[in-house]
């Protein structure tokens, strides 16, 4: 099972422009040099809290934003310089899923329109009205939806289209932006084992944002952690669940409330110090320093490499052999569903 994308060294800066003469006065640093890669088949996921350059990451890879630098390589080909034209073939490889599915759908559109319209502009050259049909009941949606507006819909059912649409041209690669966040638990559980079962059925690859860590881990088989624009720590889901190494990923899985009271109150919480600092002037160093319990007087200075601990298991920490790995038992995969 070989890379299907791999990102290499990316930054996404962004220009704070003022006055008249709209000159650049600064810049948001919303993704630093982040290398990842995703292997055929496999979910993989990317978390962290609101701002850290999570969506802007996503919008990336789909080719929305442009990279300021590095390389963006699928399937063996760097699509990271395409324009225009030259994006198509790409576009049709990889799809979005997004957070809020009623402002992503169309209000004036029917479902089938929505879906018709993704066939129309690929030119598809099957029957559309057949494959409409079929894209909504993989979904689980029947025949009588594609007469339905997305106000006639119930959030669920309005995701579902979203996924159909996603579907419409058979793509390689499905980022998911927040895709059930903005649902009720109980339809996230019926769009997440969805999209289990279309994983497994069509051989998709999964780009996984998120901030429920308990739905991240269930999905996804390896998993980034983000914090202002950079990657943190990488591993699998046993990894970093089981044994989290940066300060950050262990403050982040303590923030996940335990279902069982006496569990809740014999575990250790580690509390984070301070707020985000603005991505237009980020900390010297290690970004997390300013909020870390650990940090030293090399993580005011340099930045920290990810450094491999074995397996898939990396982190980007000076102080690695500082922090202790909680008991597996704590953390284990139930006590975060």
């Known amino acids: 099972m070989g890379a299907l994308l791999r990102i290499e060294d990316l930054s996404v800066h962004f220009p704070v422009r003022k006055g008249l003469l709209q000159r650049q006065v600064a810049e948001v640093r919303a993704v630093e040099s982040v290398t990842l890669s995703l292997n055929r088949g496999e979910a993989f996921g990317l978390v962290g809290e609101s701002g850290c350059g999570k969506t802007t990451l996503a919008r990336t890879v789909l080719r929305l934003v442009d990279p300021t630098s590095g390389a963006i390589w699928f399937d063996g080909k760097n699509v990271s310089a395409l324009k225009g034209k030259a994006l198509a073939p790409y576009r049709k490889q990889v799809a979005a899923i997004f957070q809020d599915p009623f402002s992503s759908l169309n209000p004036r559109m029917t479902a089938g329109q929505i879906l018709s319209e993704v066939l129309h502009v690929h030119r598809y050259e099957g029957n559309i009205r057949d494959r409409v049909a079929e894209l909504l009941s993989i979904c689980g949606l029947a025949p009588r939806f594609a007469d339905l507006y997305p106000h006639e819909m119930s959030g669920g059912q309005r995701q579902r289209v979203g996924i159909a649409r996603a579907l419409a041209l058979d793509p390689e690669l499905i980022v998911c932006d927040e895709a059930v966040s903005a649902l009720d638990v109980s339809i996230q559980a019926q769009i997440i084992n969805l999209l289990e079962e279309l994983r497994v059925k069509f051989g998709l690859t999964y780009l996984f944002i998120g901030h429920d860590l308990s739905v991240v881990r269930h999905l996804c088989d390896r998993l980034a952690v983000m914090y202002l624009g950079r990657i943190m720590e990488t591993g699998t889901s046993e990894e970093l669940f089981g ?57 005011r200075t340099n930045v920290p490499p990810l450094t491999q601990l074995g397996g898939h298991h990396a982190a980007a920490c000076f102080a690695l052999e500082n922090v202790r790995a909680p008991n597996p038992t704590k953390t284990s995969k139930g006590d975060l569903q």
């Open 243 to 299: 044994s989290p190494r940066h300060p950050y990923t262990k403050a982040l899985i303590d923030a996940v409330p335990a279902p069982d009271p006496d569990g809740e109150g014999m575990r250790e919480h580690v509390a984070l110090a301070g707020e985000i600092p603005s991505p237009l002037n980020p900390p010297s160093g290690c970004v997390f320093h300013t909020r870390c319990p650990i940090a030293m007087d090399q993580c």
